[in-house]
């Protein structure tokens, strides 16, 4: 499998905000265990999972089960989220692996040094509400944005997968921050709003908010515990 390769689709500009812990830039990975191209970007994700200043996600895909390998966290919710970016990046198609930052900016994610670039010029623009968030609930405070509120939940945990068919067969692949749970919360109109979270249906996952500007469209703000 060879992949794609595609240039940066919109520019970006030096940071309006400095990214920390409070104001992370979004990391997207979209990967299958399926995909031999897959590995390097995924250990460039890796590398970058303990950044603070950093929201990292792995979204494992299942357009390419049908190779001889089902993904063990692959999930149709994630495949649907990638051509949500597709359409919103002015693809025709996606592709694995494919990273992308803020929802603004995609490449394929094997270099390493690519990736920092590409996170060193990640902008939000001016309008970032401020989010906290509590293990039941998570505040958005008033901003002249709006966007849809996606509630994700994510595996920390450093997870080894032995593959046994398909291109990767042989290999043992390593996972983290493995996306788990993915829901619409509803929709801000930019005003300071509260909405509840729901419990987790499985134990040891961290909980993200996102606040995006519609489907596949720019990440407006971010936070994660």
């Not at 919710?77 to 692996?97: C, I, K, N």
């Not at 039941?136 to 509120?149: F, L, N, Y």
């Amino acid at each position: 499998m060879r992949a794609c390769t595609l240039a940066l689709l919109l520019a970006a500009s030096p940071s309006a905000y400095a990214a920390d812990a409070a104001n992370p830039v979004v990391v997207e990975l979209f990967q299958s265990q399926g995909c031999s191209s897959c590995p390097p970007a995924n250990a460039n994700l890796l590398a970058i999972a303990d950044r603070p200043d950093v929201l990292a996600l792995s979204w494992e895909v299942t357009y390419w089960d049908y190779l001889g390998w089902a993904d063990t966290f692959g999930d149709r919710s994630h495949t649907a989220r990638q051509w949500d970016y597709a359409h919103g990046l002015s693809h025709s198609e996606v592709f694995t692996p494919q990273i992308i930052v803020n929802g603004r900016t995609d490449i394929v994610g094997d270099s390493a040094s690519e990736l920092q670039n590409t996170i060193a010029r990640a902008d939000r623009g001016l309008n970032v509400p401020k989010l906290i968030l509590t293990a039941d609930r998570v505040s958005i405070g008033a901003a002249a944005a709006q966007g849809e509120i996606l509630l994700i939940r994510y595996d920390p945990n450093l997870i080894e997968v032995p593959i046994l068919r398909g291109e990767n067969s042989g290999r043992t692949l390593l996972h983290r921050n493995v996306v788990r749970e993915f829901r619409l919360l509803g929709a801000w109109t930019g005003g300071a709003e509260t909405f509840d979270l729901p419990k987790a249906t499985r134990p040891g996952l961290k909980t993200a908010i996102l606040v995006q500007s519609g489907r596949g469209g720019p990440i407006v703000a971010a936070i994660h515990s």
